[in-house]
């Protein structure tokens, strides 16, 4: 049995050429994980080295953040993050609505593009996570493309796999 | 960044467990820190990425996108 598994979390990616990336944590009110404008060189890593941005990205990881193995906990969050419901969490469903329309028109006058991506890797044979309806119907109405990279195990190598050149 | 180092996965197809082991990882491993150099990069999970066997990844131009090892 394999405690690490299944593993998972979610992104989502704010993409645009014209995107200033202040401006989109300013109106979020959210530090992200990694942030550049088109152009701009960004550090991905001790290994990874500079990198050149070639749109203007502002991408949030939820893998460090949300301890949880259900996908839909990830996807919580990053709904909340989208709507400021870390700061302002409210069941009124006109506060929430207010909020999403909100969101929209600051992605539309900008011509931004969003998309959440779903990554969850288990073990041979188990079942992959189903994505909660309300979250599809959200993320669908504010335009958000979604992105499924669901994966498992492979059987360990054979000998021939193990002399692959 | 330069890379002196083999190809040793350059398929469209996710890549298989022979990989992460030719890298010392698990394959979960791999396919994690995948996903987020594909994401940060904004690529889709199913664009076509050249790893090499130091942990760098390059994009299908063959710019540097990021390393394997520092997402782990």
Redesign the interface.
Known sequence: MRSELPQTFATLRIVGDDLIPEQVTKFLKLVPTVSYAKGEYYSAGKRGGQVLGRTGLWYLSTDGIVASGDLNDHLHYILSSLLGGARHTSNNAAIFTANVLQFKKFVDRQSLKIVITCFWYGQIGSKRPVVRRIFKEIFDFIGAEMELDFDTDEPPLSDAELTEA | ?ATLSRVIWNKIR?P???VS?QLGI???QL??AL???K????L??TDRIEIYE???VRDEFG?????V???I
């Open positions: 960044m996710n298989t467990k022979w082991e698990e394959r979960w396919r994690k996903h987020k150099i994401a940060r990069n904004n889709g999970s130091d942990g760098n710019e540097h996108i990021g390393n090892f520092d997402e």
